[in-house]
Structure formats: C-alpha cells, structure tokens
C-alpha cells in the first residue's frame, strides 16, 4: 500500500469525524463574547500568568455539563425542558426558562456595545451607531430560512477568524512558557484573584449555554446513534472556547503585567498592543474582539429567546416565529441599555448580570438531576464519577453566584 493511499484513506476516517463538529462550536462562539475577553484581559494584566489554570478548569466542568445536557437530548429525544416537564411537572420548566432568558438578557446589552466598541477602534465613529447598525443586520439574520444551517456555517467562519486573529496576536508579541506552565497550578495570588477567577469561571462555564445543546440536537434531528460523534463535538468544540480564552490571557499577561498599569477591557488591551508589538498587532486582537462580538449579539439572543419558550411549551425550534420575536426582543433590549447607559454600560450590567446569574443553579441542577436519572436516561445514565464532577461543578456554580451577590452589594 502506497504512502499516498494511506494518506488518502485517513483523511477519508478523518473527514467525516470534522463534519459533525458544529453544535459545541456554536457553543463557543456564544461564550467567547466580550465579557469573557475582558476578564481574560484584567487578569493577564492583573496577575500574569498566575491565573492560566483558572479557563482550563472551567472548561473542564463546561465540557461535563454540555455532554450531559446532550446526552439528554440525544436519549429522550427531548429538549431539557422536555425532560423537566416529565420529571417535575411544567412549572418547573416554566422557572428554567424564565431563568435561562433573563440570564442571557442580562448578557446582551455587552455584546450590543462590544461590537459597537470594535468597530469603532476600526473604522472609527460612535459606539452607539455601529451598536445600532449591527443589531439591525443580526435581526434581519434571524428571520432568514433554513436559518440553523446558516447559523452553522457563520459560526465556523468565525470561530476559525477569531482562532487565526488571537493566536496570530498571540505569535507576534510572545510569550514565557515556563511562566505559563507555572500557571496551569491551581492557586490564588490574593483574595481579589479569588473573585476575579469566580467572575471568569461565570463567563467561560456558562450553564445557560450547556442547556442549549439540548435544542442542537433536536434541531440537528440526533438520537442515540450519535452520542460518540456528538462527545467528540463536545470536546473538540469546547476545546476550542478554552485554547482561545487561554491564548487571550497569555498575551494580557505578555504585554502588560509589570510592563503598565493593569488593563481593564479589551479596548484598552488593543490599545496598548500597538505601542508595544504594532500595528498588525492591535488589529488582529481588534479583528478577534469584532467577531467575538458578533457571534455572541446573534447565538446569545437565539439561546436566551429558546429557552423562554421552551419553558412554556412553545415551538423552541430555531425557525420558529417564537424564537425570532422574542431574539429580537432581547437584542432591542441590549441595544436600548447602550443608549441609556452611553458608551460605557458597565456598572450596570455587572449588577443586572449578577442578578441574573442567581438562575445558574436552577439551570444545574435540572441538568444534574436528569442526566443521572435512570428511569428517563435508562443505561445511559450518568457514571458515578461523572455525577462527581458534576457535583464539583455545581459547588463552583454556587461559588458564582456567592460573587455576584457579593457585586451586587457593593454596587447597592
């Protein structure tokens, strides 16, 4: 057998795997959003490479809870909520959608004003116009047909844009590795990095969008035959969230800690790249922040709006009227704090994300408890160890959310 044989048949086994690669990708694209840049930011500022570990381990638990919450979708045939209908009655149901659009609303208006910011530092203007002309074309998007294969392909091409645009950033300004490898160890600098890590693990294990997949799977018509395909998009696609979040951190802490003062958003971090490592720097880490933005503005509002109807028992599908009306409703609503709260939202979205983030162990605990119950999940329950890293990852949920009340205090 030739060497290009070879080569030929396992690029064959190989492609077909690449292919199902999709739902956990739209997943990341949501979650890589302008808060999640920012606190990678403020730490790599902040504290160095001494907090690396931090997105890795959150990963971890974000990887466990989507698995878990597509394995529901994959067995039942059913959405979360579908599965909490027949367990606890549709009035539990109704409180996790309520919970999961709130949470996602509270996220909203950052993405509206984080487009609005990256385009600005590109082409100028004011915030506020591009957060308006952007929010108009991603309503007009979501009315579109056939839109989860749309969906699909949009967010392939920026995952792949974003990886290529903080990587290529990262490449040009460098990095320490032995530091770097220093910091894949759990420890806390201080008791500011503790809050600090709580507010990252909030962005990065995002329990809302673990939910979420459950509908991917109904959108994408999956059963049980697809639970192996479906881990590796899993892991694969979550991977990608974490490699990016990483690769955001390492060049924070490469340009700026001991180097200026800590850097307190993604704007200010592109501006003290061009200074230090150039032109081509400053808007590569730019380019990655514009289409963090976007892909947020556009899945976040679809996963918000879905998981309120849902909860109602309406049509959840992506190409519902339900759905589009109520996104809309999220982004109008994103686009209006903008207006009101100016150029900088910031105060007010730290307490309105905190108290949303109050609905995550709801959210948990649905998936937990039904992903682990045999009598709907049947032999494909959850393993005990599974269970125990669940439970692991409920405790940092209430870790969450014991730091968001605590913001909300502070504000008060």
Do not use: C
């Not at 950052?110 to 915030?127: K, P, R, Y």
């Not at 759990?186 to 329990?207: E, H, M, Q, R």
């Not at 060049?251 to 003290?272: D, K, L, N, R």
């Amino acid at each position: 057998m030739t060497e290009e044989s070879v080569a030929g048949r396992e690029t064959g086994r190989i492609l077909p795997k690449l292919k199902v690669i999709g739902p956990a990708l739209l997943l990341a694209a949501v979650v890589i959003g302008p808060g999640s840049i920012a606190l990678a930011t403020i730490a790599g500022s902040t504290y160095g490479y001494q907090l690396l570990w931090v997105p890795v381990a959150a990963i971890g638990f974000m990887i466990v809870y989507t698995w878990m919450a597509a394995r529901i979708g994959l067995v039942t045939g059913r959405t979360l909520f579908g599965a909490t209908r027949q367990k606890f009655g549709p009035t539990m149901a109704r409180l996790g959608g309520i919970a999961g659009f709130l949470t996602i609303l509270a996220f909203q208006a950052g993405n509206n004003a984080g487009i609005g910011f990256a385009t600005e530092a590109l082409l100028g203007l004011d915030v506020r116009l591009w957060a308006g002309v952007f929010t108009a074309l991603a309503i007009g998007f979501i009315w579109l047909s056939e839109l989860y294969a749309k969906i699909e392909w949009l967010i392939r091409v920026v995952v792949g844009i974003m990886l290529l645009a903080f990587v290529g950033t990262l490449v040009i300004v460098g990095f320490d590795p032995g530091e770097a490898a220093r910091g894949l160890v759990p420890t806390f600098p201080d008791v500011d990095g503790v809050f600090l890590s709580l507010g990252i693990a909030a962005t990065t294990f995002s329990i809302a969008a673990a939910v979420y997949i459950s509908h991917l799977m109904r959108e994408k018509e999956w059963g049980p035959e697809r639970l192996r395909s479906q881990a590796l998009d899993t892991f694969v696609g979550l991977a990608v969230l974490g490699l990016i979040s990483v690769v955001i951190m390492l060049t924070s802490a490469s340009v700026t800690y001991g180097q200026t003062g800590p850097v307190f958003s993604a704007e200010a971090m592109a501006s003290q790249l061009e200074p230090i490592a150039g032109a081509g720097a400053f808007y590569l880490f730019t380019l990655g922040f514009f289409f963090a933005s976007l892909s947020s503005l556009v899945v976040n509002a679809l996963i918000g709006a879905t998981l309120l109807v849902d909860g109602f028992g309406g049509d959840p599908s992506m190409g519902g009227r339900q759905v589009r009306l109520w996104s809309t409703t999220a982004m109008l609503f994103g686009f209006a704090v903008v207006l009101v709260a100016g150029e900088s939202p910031i105060e007010l979205l730290r307490a309105a994300q905190a108290l949303a983030v109050l609905a995550f162990p709801l959210l948990a605990f649905l998936v937990l408890s039904i992903a682990r119950d045999k009598d709907i999940m049947g032999r494909y329950a959850n393993r005990p160890w599974v269970t125990v890293v669940g439970v692991v990852g409920y405790l940092v949920v209430l870790g969450i959310v014991v730091n968001y009340a605590r913001e909300v205090i502070e504000f008060l």
